[in-house]
């Protein structure tokens, strides 16, 4: 799996066609509009340059990479991907209206992945002709630091599907930890509800957010405290998260804390609204 679809330019979705380029695929990065995906080609130039600086790449290196990207608005460009990796909105009508124009668009043997964080693998493919080619690939920020890629099949997932994509990983750089189809997965099924009982202990005043966080590092060895983590992936997507925890499994302890909610609605959303538990510059 050579051609490389990534359709989303944000965060995840540089960070992957970062990794896949740097890896010796040939990447088009898809989104809606040109400013989003020169701002995407400037970060990706930015976070190359880092590993030129460091002297894990070399100059000539950096601009191999970046000579391997392309750019499009065009949905077209899909038409002949082996493997087209979804890197949109945490949004279940989103993705699925998504798949169902992908699933017209590719060749009838391209796969079809989502970077989806806890949305249903299952219900994803329902929307497409090809459910056992469509497979979730959920990396982890910042991508081309991160060595993880949690691989999840939908409950009609092929083998041959996830040994591809499995393959696909490793020849990223990457380790592939197989997962099945259920709400959060492995990663968000167990990291969420610890954010959230950590913004509820700060709900109640149990402590203040640096107290709260310099527990969990220097007591539990985190690298970052549950709250700063908050802030770094968006209170918006851990509530969305959050969502599709309450209602997949329909239990009350994945009930967001009423915090969260209401700084969500505030527009606190963490590190890109300049303010979350913490205040950014």
Not at 8 to 30: C, Q, R, Y
Not at 130 to 142: L, Q
Not at 156 to 182: C, H, P, R
Not at 200 to 210: D, K, N, W
Request: hydrophobic content about 45%; proline content about 4%; overall charge neutral.
């Amino acid at each position: 799996m050579d051609n490389i679809v990534v359709i989303g330019a944000g965060t995840m979705g540089n960070g992957i066609a970062h990794t896949a380029a740097v890896s010796g695929k040939s990447v088009t990065l898809l989104d809606v509009g040109q400013p989003i995906l020169e701002r995407a080609l400037q970060t990706i130039s930015d976070n190359l340059q880092r590993g030129v600086d460091k002297g894990k790449m070399s100059a000539g290196d950096k601009q191999a990479a970046l000579d391997r990207i392309r750019t499009t608005t065009d949905m077209q460009a899909v038409a002949g991907a082996d493997l087209v990796i979804e890197a949109i909105i945490e949004n279940l009508a989103a993705k699925s209206s998504l798949f169902e124009t992908l699933d017209r668009l590719t060749s009838p043997a391209c796969i079809l992945a989502s970077n989806t964080s806890s949305i249903s693998i299952t219900k994803i493919a329902a929307s497409t002709k090809r459910a056992d080619k469509v497979i979730g690939m959920h990396f982890m920020n910042p991508v081309p630091v991160m060595p993880l890629v949690e691989v999840i099949r939908g409950i009609a997932t092929s083998d041959d599907t996830y040994q591809k994509v499995e393959g696909l990983a490793k020849s990223m750089g990457k380790t592939a930890i197989e997962v099945n189809d259920y709400p959060g997965f492995v990663s968000n099924r167990v990291l969420m509800p610890m954010i959230n009982e950590a913004i509820f202990a700060l709900y109640e005043g149990v402590a203040t957010a640096e107290a709260i966080d310099g527990v969990m590092k220097l007591g539990m060895n985190h690298p970052m405290g549950p709250l700063t983590l908050a802030d770094f992936i968006g209170l918006d997507v851990c509530l969305a998260i959050l969502r599709v925890l309450e209602e997949g499994f329909g239990d009350p302890k994945y009930r967001p804390c009423p915090l969260l909610v209401k700084m969500v609605d505030a527009g606190w959303l963490g590190r890109k609204s300049g303010r979350g538990f913490y205040t950014y510059r």
